[in-house]
């Protein structure tokens, strides 16, 4: 830990700690993706496949856009690369990662189905993954998988109004694209 982290912990600590944050990273997949393209020389063809991925950090409908996966061509069964990285308060049982799925065309996209996944039970998922089938998908079928990876360390910090609003800045800045 350098000595900036530490000053910035201790000011923190000394001010009084009352929740403790847990770093989740997550990476998506998906299976078994229908056909979604057309085109002329071939009946039907595999989705050009990007994720925009959603976090709410309560029961409430209070979404957040984390960010958008890039496009994985001609791919039934694609793993993005991108990491998406947030903090979740110990205990929170409601925080939720939404994950809407989308085959790029030249003209309008097609949706191809979303699933909403409760942060928790990633966590405490074996090997911290779980599969859900796609909701509302035009051509049924698909599957989204999300992979996180749980840092253990705890980073206690104050609780107040203005924590609340650092934080939701936070969410978005903590997401990261590799
Ligand atoms: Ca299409
Ligand atoms: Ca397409």
């Excluded at 791919?75 to 947030?86: R, T, Y």
Aim: net charge negative.
């Amino acid at each position: 830990m350098g000595r900036a982290t530490f000053l910035v912990l201790a000011t923190i600590l000394a001010a009084g700690c009352v929740s403790a944050l847990t770093r989740v990273e997550i990476m998506l997949s998906a299976r078994d993706l229908p056909d979604y393209d057309i085109c002329c020389s071939s009946p039907v063809l595999p989705p050009d496949g990007y994720a925009v991925v959603y976090f709410a950090p309560s029961n409430l409908d209070d979404y957040f856009e984390e960010g958008t996966t890039t496009i994985l061509s001609n791919n039934n069964n694609p793993n993005w690369p991108e990491v998406f990285s947030f903090n979740v308060a110990e205990g929170n049982t409601t925080a939720r990662l939404r994950a809407v799925l989308w085959d790029s065309d030249v003209d309008d996209d097609d949706y191809m189905g979303s699933a909403e996944i409760n942060i928790a039970d990633i966590i405490s998922a074996f090997g911290h993954s779980v599969t859900r089938s796609l909701q509302g998908a035009p051509k049924g079928d698909g599957k989204v998988v999300v992979t996180a990876r749980v840092n253990g360390t705890l980073v206690h910090v104050p609780v107040d109004s203005g924590f609340r609003h650092a934080r939701h800045l936070n969410y978005k800045s903590l997401n990261t694209r590799t």
